[in-house]
């Protein structure tokens, strides 16, 4: 799947060539939001620091679930 960006509407497009400052940040606002949702959906979006810390805990914690060692858990 190709990472081509959305086409601006006309009406998005004409508010940003007039530079309508709050009715610009209206309009764009969302249009934004939409688009960065299209091209990260939930799948491919990139984790927060923490969000990545825990799945990485989580797989750490099933990969040792049945390792008796200490050091082979402190190392794995």
């Given at each position: 799947?190709?990472?081509?960006t959305?086409?601006?509407?006309?009406?998005?497009d004409?508010?940003?060539i007039?530079r309508a400052?709050?009715?610009?940040?209206?309009?764009?606002?969302p249009?934004i939001?939409a688009?960065e949702?299209?091209?990260?959906?939930?799948?491919?979006?990139?984790?927060?620091?923490a969000?990545?810390?825990?799945?990485?805990?989580?797989?750490?914690?099933?990969?040792?679930?049945?390792t008796?060692s200490?050091t082979?858990?402190?190392?794995?």
């Amino acid at each position: 799947m190709s990472m081509a960006t959305v086409p601006v509407p006309m009406a998005l497009d004409y508010a940003s060539i007039s530079r309508a400052s709050s009715e610009h940040d209206v309009l764009m606002d969302p249009w934004i939001e939409a688009e960065e949702h299209y091209r990260y959906p939930v799948t491919r979006r990139p984790l927060s620091d923490a969000e990545k810390f825990y799945s990485l805990a989580e797989a750490w914690r099933q990969d040792v679930r049945f390792t008796s060692s200490l050091t082979q858990m402190i190392l794995h």
